[in-house]
T-cell receptor, first 113, second 112 residues
Framework: DVKVTQSSRYLVKRTGEKVFLECVQD?????MFWYRQDPGLGLRLIYF???????EKGDIPEGYSVSREKKERFSLILESASTNQTSMYLC????????????FGQGTRLTVV | SQKIEQNSEALNIQEGKTATLTCNYT??????LQWYRQDPGRGPVFLLL?????KEKRKERLKVTFDTTLKQSLFHITASQPADSATYLC???????????FGKGTTLSVSS
């Protein structure tokens, strides 16, 4: 069974903390993505990566960075967490060809207090 | 910039009826479009992909149409069941073809 695994289901962090969200996929996919999902706003793309050490900004990259040191792992970093980053974070992976499905992790619900 | 709209935030229907969800897009001509299902507190799960040269695609009780002239996809669930209650998202590639962008979703509630 193919899998995208996010390191935490729930996280509570304090304002100003550096936060790492980890994502691992076992499908040897080239492409990996980080989205956040908020009520009324839907899924919004933060960053994505199409290869090791490569990254591209999505629609809302401000306040975030990413790291992809290995093909299977894609990390989202909140450099200094703020309350407006309280959200559901979803990692996804997809193969190289465009007309293929994306596989999502179970999501991390992050609360910044 | 490209935009995806799912017309209804919520749709309530009775068990056994057909649910029809709409997805419209602008400023883009995608080669294919995808539909996902999302249950509360979980990540989206892929359901169907339809290509621009396919008018219709079926999978069990699901049917998707793709009208590139109207820039619209319709998603149908026939003989709906309470277990079909979920949020349904349409998605297509961004213009660079590098990432999927999603509509805001339609939350379907099927009552028995």
């Amino acid at each position: 069974d193919v899998k995208v695994t996010q390191s935490s289901r729930y996280l509570v962090k304090r304002t100003g903390e550096k936060v790492f969200l980890e994502c691992v996929q076992d499908m040897d996919h080239e492409n990996m993505f980080w989205y956040r999902q908020d009520p009324g706003l839907g899924l919004r793309l933060i960053y994505f990566s199409y290869d090791v050490k490569m990254k591209e900004k999505g629609d809302i990259p401000e306040g975030y960075s990413v790291s992809r040191e290995k093909k299977e792992r894609f990390s989202l970093i909140l450099e200094s967490a703020s309350t407006n980053q309280t959200s559901m974070y979803l990692c996804a992976s997809r193969g190289l060809q465009g007309d293929t499905e994306a596989f999502f992790g179970q999501g991390t619900r992050l609360t910044v207090v | 910039s490209q935009k995806i709209e799912q017309n209804s935030e919520a749709l309530n229907i009775q068990e056994g009826k057909t649910a029809t969800l709409t997805c419209n897009y602008t400023n883009y001509s995608p080669a294919y479009l995808q539909w996902y299902r999302q249950d509360p507190g979980r990540g989206p799960v892929f359901l169907l992909l339809i290509r621009e040269n396919e008018k219709e695609k079926r999978k069990e009780r699901l049917k998707v149409t793709f009208d590139t002239t109207l820039k619209q996809s319709l998603f149908h669930i026939t003989a709906s069941q309470p277990a079909d209650s979920a949020t349904y998202l349409c998605a297509l590639d961004n213009q660079a073809g590098t990432a999927l962008i999603f509509g805001k979703g339609t939350t379907l509630s099927v009552s028995s």
